[in-house]
């Protein structure tokens, strides 16, 4: 059965904390991964991977994907305030006729 | 923005109606996702449209129907409707051909409060 597993549920920091989102999968016919940030309503998109060992960055934000293990990590630097959401994983097979979401990891950025 | 438009943006009704709701997709996207989020939950995948026909299914419910029209936007069609349908309904459109293209666009989500 095709499946997304993320880790930590939820996780508490301070601001300026590193944090690693961790994400796991099983699908038939991988074609890639993506990460979305949801705060109050629609998840946004900020990363989709396809390569393994190929870092994508964003500013404090960077996510790589390992097909070998069938894993990802969302590293986030110098959290702040405004990181605080709910952070969701997804992958998706090569005809795109799906998304499997994970049920997300809650972040809670304290000052 | 994202571009995906879903109405209503919340909805109350009773148990055992039907509510009927509508997703635009961003101009160019053919493909429409439909999924549901509970309270601290994933979002669970119920239907997928390509171009007008229907592609792929999840765990959607035999109460639950959708369509994608000639003009590519879609409907959801809710009905016999009970507590537990209660919940964020996504609409999410890709182009869906290529990697390039394979993001989801969510839209703002329509609430459904079943009393």
């Known amino acids: 059965e095709d499946k997304v597993v993320q880790s930590p549920l939820s996780l508490v920091v301070h601001e300026g904390d590193t944090v690693t989102l961790n994400c796991s999968y099983e699908v038939t016919n991988f074609r890639s991964l993506l990460w979305y940030k949801q705060e109050k309503k629609a998840p946004t998109f900020l990363f989709m991977l396809t390569s393994s060992g190929i870092e994508k960055k964003s500013g404090r934000l960077s996510s790589i994907l390992d097909k070998k293990e069938l894993f990802s990590i969302l590293n986030i630097t110098a959290t702040q305030t405004g990181d605080s959401a709910v952070y969701l994983c997804a992958v998706t097979p090569y005809n795109f006729n799906k998304f499997y979401f994970g049920s997300g990891t809650k972040l809670n950025v304290k000052p | 923005d994202s571009g995906v438009t879903q109405t209503p943006k919340h909805l109350i009704t009773a148990t055992g109606q039907r509510v009927t709701l509508r997703c635009s997709p961003r101009s160019g996207d053919l493909s429409v996702y439909w999924y549901q989020q509970s309270l601290d939950q994933g979002l669970q995948f119920l239907i997928q449209?390509?171009?007008?026909?229907?592609?792929a299914k999840g765990n959607i419910l035999e109460r639950f129907s959708a369509q994608q029209f000639p003009d590519l936007h879609s409907e959801l069609n809710l009905s016999s409707l009970e507590l537990g349908d209660s919940a964020l309904y996504f609409c999410?459109?890709?182009?869906?051909?290529?990697?390039?293209?394979?993001?989801?666009?969510f839209g703002e989500g329509s609430r459904l409060t079943v009393l």
């Open positions: 449209y390509y171009n007008g026909e229907e592609r």
């Open positions: 999410a459109s890709s182009v869906g051909v290529s990697e390039v293209d394979g993001e989801l666009f």
